[in-house]
């Protein structure tokens, strides 16, 4: 536990995998920027790994002052205990005053472990982070510059504002794709600092024995999204408008009956009472009218986006978000949205 | 079960103290199991703040136990797009998630036979609704019978207290958790039926936007 550094740094963790940062990572060093611009102080980046270096100007480049740089053999392949011991061994010679880490597996399983060493607060999945003055309702002591950690709770059907008064540092993870991308600049200066950490044979637990990354295929079932085309899209040709969507949305492919009997694709891709039955977290129908034993198959998606020229389609009936207009157009224009995000 | 008041409002590192304190009370263990988050805050946090409080290895999101033997286990976990396959010492935690088993469905029997099991909690309730205006004494009296007869028929569930886990009450509850709930806000859900968003690119930007926001995508 430290004790709260009000001159302390805005630190993010810098997950890599094989040499390559992780998305969230240059994400969330924009947002450190801008919370440390607030407080008037500087980004530190923590950047353990083996042969990792060369990632330190692209971490400056997107806002970092400070690269906290671990080079070490043993940390070529992440380990839960082992990278806890870098950061808890930094956090305690540096005293930050925020530490940020990406909501992603690794990130997940390190933060609340490097949380529970330091006995300091975490927040898990925030969707929002401010800096502002907080009076603490029950001493009403005012409390200046806390980060705000804000997050929705109890399945999303309320917003918690979650604060940490005095035991530091401020912790949190962010969703990849939660803080926008902000252009690099690459005449940006910054200093790479080289830490050692010891790292005892005795803290590395796990042995990797075998890694294995699925290519993406595509499997109905358990795709998280699903864009799918009906005999709205007209041709095989424009059916390759869906591809495109579920391609760069990470989905799956989806069809209803009437563009399998067009013959627009296989029919193992068809969804609906005598296709497949599917509950993604998002559904995306495309030129599909929605007849009953298709909505069957689909309706009990999380989240489902019609787009349709009727605007009386039934498929609107189970719709959460419904695009009134010729998905030819609004498709190029979600991937579009989409491809911005990227970048 | 450990039930207290001062265990009130913990947050995922007071929660992890009591229940890592509750471990080292049962004393022996070669494996710790957690699911991976509950459903009301979804932190997923309070596992492996179990794990190195105790000390212990973590694997998190496992989805297949592949062997086990000689104090040392072979397990797949989920990483995302993929998994990986690590051998671990025991004893460790692993956190697990909900592809890994197919609960087997439960025996009617027992459904039926420990229907009425309880902890004394309970019972102490159950006594006062029955006896209603009795003098303390009786019902000290009554509990103690219930409770006997519960524990002859093997249906009295172990009920702890923050003292009998020796747990600093500095680390637990309120004053145990560094986080705290400055402000929550109740989403106001919109009318019935479908949001209409304009086939425009400002539109479907923001429509992207929301679904990134509330982690539909991403």
């Not at chain 1, 830490?195 to 499997?219: F, G, T, Y």
């Not at chain 1, 492919?253 to 013959?263: E, I, L, N, Q």
Request: charged share 25%; aromatic share 4%.
């Amino acid at each position: 536990m430290i004790a709260p550094n009000r001159q302390g740094e805005v630190w993010v963790f810098a997950e890599q995998e094989d040499g390559s940062l992780h998305d969230v990572v240059l994400e969330l060093c924009g947002k450190a920027r801008q919370l440390a611009d607030t407080l008037g102080v500087p980004v530190g980046v923590v950047l353990p790994g083996h042969q990792v270096r060369g990632l330190a100007s692209k971490l400056i480049a997107q806002g970092a002052d400070r690269v906290y740089l671990v080079e070490d053999s043993r940390l070529a392949h992440f380990q839960t205990i082992p990278y806890a011991r870098v950061l808890c061994t930094l956090i305690e010679k540096y005293r930050p005053q925020i530490v940020l880490y990406g909501a992603t597996p690794l990130g997940r399983d390190l933060a609340p472990r490097v949380a529970s060493a330091m006995q300091a607060g975490m927040t898990a999945d925030c969707t929002d982070l401010q800096i502002s003055d907080v009076t603490d309702p029950k001493t009403k002591e005012l409390h200046k510059n806390l980060l705000l950690q804000i997050r929705p709770a109890f399945g999303g059907n309320i917003i918690a504002t979650i604060v940490n008064y005095d035991r530091w540092p401020q912790m949190a993870t962010v969703r990849e794709g939660v803080m926008p991308l902000l252009p690099p600049n690459p005449s940006r200066n910054g200093e790479i600092i080289e830490e050692k950490v010891e790292i005892d044979e005795s803290l590395l637990a796990l042995r990797l024995v075998e890694r294995h990354i699925e290519p993406r295929k595509v499997n109905l079932k358990a795709a998280r999204v699903i864009v799918a085309g009906g005999g709205g899209v007209g041709s095989k040709e424009d059916f390759r408008l869906i591809y495109e969507l579920a391609g760069v949305i990470g989905g799956a492919v989806g069809a209803s009956r009437a563009a399998v009997d067009s013959g627009y694709i296989g029919k193992e891709h068809q969804i609906g009472q005598t296709g497949t039955t599917v509950r993604p977290a998002l559904y995306i129908a495309a030129g599909i009218s929605g007849a009953v034993q298709h909505r069957a198959g689909m309706e009990e998606s999380a989240k489902i986006i019609a787009i349709n020229t009727d605007p009386n389609a039934p498929i609107f009936s189970v719709a959460h978000y419904g695009i009134v207009g010729d998905l030819k157009k609004v498709i190029p224009m979600m991937i579009k949205a989409l491809r911005e995000r990227r970048k | 079960m450990i039930t207290d008041r001062r265990a009130a409002a913990s947050d995922t590192l007071a929660t992890s103290y009591i229940l890592a304190q509750a471990i080292r009370t049962v004393g022996r263990y070669d494996i710790v199991l957690c699911g991976r988050q509950a459903i009301d805050g979804d932190t997923a946090q309070v596992g492996p703040q179990i794990a190195e409080k105790l000390g212990l290895p973590q694997v998190t999101y496992l989805e297949q136990l592949v062997d086990i033997h000689d104090r040392r286990a072979r397990v797949r976990r989920n990483v995302g797009r993929g998994w990986e396959i690590v051998d671990v010492n025991l004893p460790a935690l692993f956190t697990v998630i909900s592809t890994a088993n197919e609960p087997r469905p439960p025996a009617a029997r027992k459904v039926m036979r420990f229907k009425r099991a309880r902890v004394p909690a309970e019972i102490e309730a159950e006594v006062r609704s029955v006896l209603g205006n009795a003098s303390d004494e009786e019902i000290l009296d009554a509990v103690g019978k219930r409770t006997e007869e519960l524990r002859r028929q093997g249906l009295l569930l172990e009920q702890w207290n923050l003292d009998d886990i020796h747990a600093d009450l500095n680390r637990c509850g309120l004053p145990g958790s560094p986080t705290k709930v400055f402000r929550v806000q109740a989403i106001v859900l919109t009318k019935k039926g479908f949001t209409e968003i304009p086939p425009t690119e400002e539109g479907i930007r923001q429509l992207i936007h929301e679904l990134v926001v509330d982690r539909t995508l991403g």
